[in-house]
């Protein structure tokens, strides 16, 4: 080997140590990297793994604490035969030009199946800045999906996590508090000129996640909308103050051995959260964290059982470290003997 040669294979070695090092630090590499993604939420449609994430782009838009840097166009859906298998990005399902009411950033989706028909949950900002779940219907879980042409009646807010329970009754939860508007909806009505945040109300109870039971088309609410109460160790609900364990964003439900597991962001603490219940409705009792902060601002998962394992999704910031360009990740999640679920640790070190 000559002296060019051999620089040229000791630079390619310690390239490949330091980008091995380098991903040494996460617990878990990005499902794909030819795009970015975020806001997984997967589920088994068809004995295989959809995942319905946001598809984060570089749009330009400046940062700011509405998060107007989220200002997604299109959904991609993704699917797996197994959950180590290959992805397969089945391309763009819907773009917010085919969204009649739709204005900007769309944002973290979410899907179900009912009657041998998909449903896709989206939340958007209508012409008027408000976001509101609007929901497209395909006959495939990968779509193309087509939207209905009015959101959802009595939505507001972002991030729909629309769960069935084993009586085949589904239930929309969603809502997020600063950027997501749910601040501005204290009395019912959209308000403007209300908070950016959710600071000012410390001392009092913190805002919920919200939820209503789908009706049976899977098109709107049959319901009235409730709040999503998350009680302290006292049976207190959380006060607005205690950021480490309120409700911010990003909700999901599962079941496991007959309780409802209430999961979500706690934001600007950039916890996952959980808290359990004995009904779809709460209140559920808050348990602790079982994800410590990923890389990034933003924190989202969801979370599946497949062949009698359970897993979440989630997303961090490992291929761009830009808050905006973030990538889907998988890992195991476990519950315990006493049915919690174990810390998981994203960071290695
Ligand atoms: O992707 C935009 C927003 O970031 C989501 O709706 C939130 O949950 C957060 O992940």
Redesign the pocket.
């Given at each position: 080997m000559n002296q060019l040669k051999l620089h040229a294979a000791v630079a390619i070695t310690i390239g490949m140590l330091a980008a091995s090092a380098c991903q040494q630090k996460f617990l878990s590499q990005p499902l794909i990297s030819d795009i970015y993604t975020?806001?997984p939420s997967a589920h088994v449609f068809e004995g295989k793994i959809y995942i319905y994430p946001?598809h984060?782009i570089e749009a330009g838009t400046p940062e700011n604490d509405n998060?107007d840097h989220?200002d997604?166009r299109d959904y991609h859906i993704l699917s797996m035969d197994s959950i180590n298998g290959k992805v397969t990005d089945h391309g763009v399902a819907l773009s917010i030009k085919d969204i009649p009411w739709a204005g900007r950033q769309l944002?973290?989706p979410d899907a179900a199946c009912k009657n041998g028909i998909y449903y896709l949950y989206f939340?958007v900002k209508d012409k008027q800045d408000i976001f509101r779940i609007g929901v497209a219907t395909a006959k495939n879980p990968a779509g193309p999906f087509k939207a209905q042409p009015q959101p959802i009646a009595g939505s507001y807010s972002?991030?729909p996590a629309v769960f069935t329970d084993t009586d085949g009754s589904s239930y929309m939860y969603f809502g997020?508090i600063w950027?997501?508007q749910l601040q501005r909806w204290q009395n019912g009505q959209y308000d403007a000129k209300g908070s950016k945040t959710d600071s000012g109300k410390e001392n009092e109870a913190a805002l919920t996640a919200k939820v209503a039971k789908m009706s049976a088309d899977m098109l709107g609410f049959e319901t009235e909308v409730k709040d999503v109460v998350i009680l302290d160790e006292t049976g207190k609900p959380l006060l607005t103050k205690d950021h480490n364990r309120r409700f911010f964003?990003?909700a999901w439900m599962h079941k496991y051995q007959n309780k409802y597991y209430f999961t979500y962001?706690t934001g600007d603490t950039h916890f996952l959260a959980y808290a359990i219940g004995d009904s779809p409705y709460g209140p559920f009792k808050y348990q602790g964290t079982f994800m410590d902060p990923v890389q990034g601002w933003?924190?989202?998962h969801s979370i599946i059982e497949h062949l009698g394992k359970w897993y979440i999704y989630y997303?961090d910031t490992q291929l761009s470290n830009k808050t905006h360009l973030?990538n889907i990740k998988v890992t195991e999640l476990k519950h315990n003997s006493d049915g919690g679920i174990d810390l998981i640790k994203p960071m290695l070190k």
């Open positions: 975020a806001d946001s984060d998060g989220f997604m944002w973290a939340p972002i991030d997020g950027g997501g964003e990003g962001s933003t924190t989202h997303h973030r």
